[in-house]
């Protein structure tokens, strides 16, 4: 197993891409703790790992909020005494356009999709750096590289969590890699409603055939290189902007 006897963090890990991530860890072998703002998702998850075999935790856990972390640091390192993996998923959306977004909107956007990768990682690092260093896998999106209206807010946020990304890969090699990760559609709660609306007006197909290869995506299409960041498959990598986006990019 390529995580085995790794600890990981997985932010937003109740459900979609946080979920499937701390599953595919603990398959591989990894101790997981998720944390998230509502605990039954999170137990949900952990219960699906403890199932297959797997060792998780849940917490929940505000990660706009400091001392939520701090407590989350201190439960891993009681716990399982290091940190190996983190991987910063917690994030929200919103489209609107820009002259009628507010400044509050745009708060809080910055809390939970920018801010809150800065401060977790700011609180986690110095427990991954007691061991051996580590791997920070940054969840951004395909618009923090290209632009998309009535999209401005989160464009932004999601373009400082990649250059947030250069900068820290640049700062803490070679203890600890970091790269980031840019899905594109990937089916998970936060865009069901998006989903459920293109398939009432028929335009799913549409949306399919954007795609090079045909379809959108789903949870399970981030696993393999949530892996390959957090394993040693990737030793000699940091600093990545990778795009997962069933090859939409090609046309940007």
């Known amino acids: 197993m390529k995580l085995e006897n790794k600890v990981a963090i997985v932010t937003g890990g109740g459900t979609g891409i946080g979920k499937q991530a701390a599953i595919d860890m603990a398959l591989e ?3 997981v703790l998720v944390l998230g703002r509502r605990a039954e998702p999170l137990e ?26 701090i407590r989350a640091r201190d ?21 609107k356009p820009f002259l009628e977004t507010t400044v509050e909107e745009f708060d809080y956007i910055y809390e939970i999709d920018l801010k809150s990768v800065f401060v977790v990682t700011q609180i986690m690092l110095p427990l991954m750096l007691e061991n051996e ?32 990304t250069r900068a820290l890969a640049a700062e803490l090699g070679p203890a600890v890699r970091v790269n980031c990760l840019c899905p594109s559609h990937i089916v998970t709660p936060m865009m069901q409603f ?19 290869m045909k379809r959108i995506g789903y949870p399970e299409d981030m696993s ?8 040693d498959d990737s030793k000699w990598l940091t600093g990545n902007i990778f795009m997962i986006d069933g090859g939409l990019s090609c046309y940007c």
């Open 29 to 31: 072998g990894a101790k």
């Open 75 to 95: 439960l891993v390192k009681d716990t399982w005494g290091r940190l190996d993996i983190l991987v910063n998923n917690a994030g929200s959306g919103m489209r």
């Open 133 to 164: 260093g580590g791997s920070i896998i940054n969840v951004s999106s395909i618009l923090g590289v290209l632009g998309s209206r009535d999209s401005s807010a989160y464009c932004a946020m999601k373009g400082g969590v990649v250059q947030l």
């Open 44 to 69: 949900e998850t952990v219960a699906e790992i403890s199932k297959a075999g797997g060792t998780a935790l849940a917490l929940s856990t505000d990660v706009t909020k400091a001392e939520d972390i």
């Open 194 to 212: 998006e989903i459920d609306r293109l398939e009432a007006a028929g335009k799913m197909d549409k949306l399919n055939r954007l795609f090079p």
């Open 224 to 231: 393999g290189s949530i892996i390959f960041f957090a394993s």
